[in-house]
């Protein structure tokens, strides 16, 4: 169900979306309101779930990650809701959607590994949600404002062996 956000809210987002390390108090002189008032309304955002705060990475400017998309048909539409969870619950998924068109559901993946990491998601990880009739799969060679949280199975490898294109 969408919860509707209002103007001061939707203010303190946008302003988060341009600066995600802004401080309370900053966006507070900027938005012509008070630092406890920002703190508590982004709190009662945080809490709806309607807004998360989190380190992006540009995935194509550190070697070793790898993007792709998968199409993914179902053999059925009667669980398609407990798939979607399923299938987003997977440790490399960064996001699911139940789309239109040719497929189901459409998921962003982003692997640790080169062709071998998709090769194991799509083995290991897809094959055991079951129900799913056949996937296609697209690896992203290049894209432009590709800000993305890491997805779990992404962040122990990343702090770890983090090296920029750059560093090569």
Do not use: C
């Amino acid at each position: 169900m969408r919860k509707n956000v209002d103007i001061a809210d939707r203010r303190i987002v946008a302003a988060l979306a341009e600066d995600g390390q802004a401080s309370a108090g900053t966006l507070a002189e900027r938005l012509g309101v008070t630092a406890p008032t920002i703190r508590t309304r982004m709190k009662s955002l945080i809490s709806q779930g309607l807004l998360r705060v989190a380190g992006l990475v540009d995935p194509f400017q550190v070697k070793g990650l790898t993007v792709a998309l998968v199409g993914i048909k179902l053999m059925s539409h009667m669980q398609l809701d407990k798939k979607l969870t399923e299938i987003a619950d997977l440790p490399d998924v960064n996001w699911a959607a139940v789309v239109t068109g040719r497929y189901d559901i459409l998921v962003e993946v982003v692997l640790s590994e080169d062709v071998s990491g998709l090769y194991d998601f799509l083995d290991r990880d897809l094959s055991g949600v079951g129900g799913i009739a056949s996937s296609e799969s697209f690896v992203v060679m290049k894209a432009r404002r590709k800000w993305i949280p890491l997805p779990r199975g992404a962040r122990t490898w990343f702090a770890e062996n983090i090296q920029t294109k750059n560093e090569e």
